[in-house]
């Protein structure tokens, strides 16, 4: 630092020293109860795929906890991939997209690291990703209305997810003949949007722009009954 007090000029200078420890302990192994349910396959379009993985978490630690999904050996991503877990049982759903295009399936290690209270814990566990491609159903346009080709069950899926701009939701609905819904609620159960079909399968662009950065939940009903759920994330 100089200093020009008018008289004179002069210099000065202060250290600091900081002392950093040698090595950082690797955090212990957590027992959390963590049950992966069989991931199941979609198509979000241009030749992409993903997973949606179910995932029951039991959490033991007495407080308020996070929890990091990775897949350590790079086989792809989860989103969202850190999730705030309440005490004792807890339902979530994870998104895992394939780095490769071409990914066919096979068992992934997941890793998973805890924070809690001020205190750390790490696990792995390895799940089965089926073979994508077997398992899709994927939305095909057919004179201009999306058509499902797995049309036996009840579908909801959103296109792409993360969305920035504008996202599709499809939808599949069994049952002829009934008082359809769909809805676009905020984290606090606000309804943003609703639609009413007027065909059992179909599709929905939304205008993300509209909404801030953050999770959205798409609720799929049937005579006022919910019979899907999907997260949707914009950023």
Not at 66 to 86: D, H, K, S
Not at 90 to 96: K, M, P, R, V
């Amino acid at each position: 630092m100089t200093s020009d007090t008018g008289f004179a000029t002069f210099n000065c200078h202060k250290e600091f020293r900081i002392n950093f420890p040698d090595l950082c302990q690797d955090p212990k192994d957590c027992n959390a109860e963590v049950n992966f349910e069989s991931p199941k396959c979609e198509s979000i379009g241009f030749n992409q795929l993903a997973y949606q993985v179910p995932v029951g978490i039991y959490n033991n630690f007495g407080t308020t906890a996070t929890i990091t999904f990775t897949a350590p050996n790079g086989e792809g991503y989860f989103v969202p991939n850190t999730l705030t877990l309440p005490q004792l049982m807890s339902n979530q759903i994870l998104t895992f997209y394939p780095n490769n295009n071409g990914y066919h399936g096979g068992s992934v290690v997941i890793a998973m690291l805890v924070h809690f209270n001020d205190d750390i814990c790490y696990r792995e566990q390895e799940i089965k990703f089926d073979d994508c491609c077997l398992l899709c159903p994927t939305p095909v346009e057919e004179t201009g209305k999306v058509m499902l080709e797995t049309t036996a069950e009840n579908v909801l899926r959103v296109a792409p997810n993360p969305a920035k701009a504008v996202t599709t939701i499809f939808y599949n609905f069994v049952k002829d003949n009934t008082a359809k819904k769909i809805e676009l609620l905020d984290v606090l159960g606000r309804t943003l949007q609703s639609w009413i079909p007027t065909d059992n399968s179909g599709k929905i662009e939304v205008d993300c722009t509209r909404y801030a950065n953050g999770q959205y939940l798409i609720l799929m009903k049937e005579d006022g009954e919910i019979i899907e759920k999907a997260k949707l994330i914009t950023n």
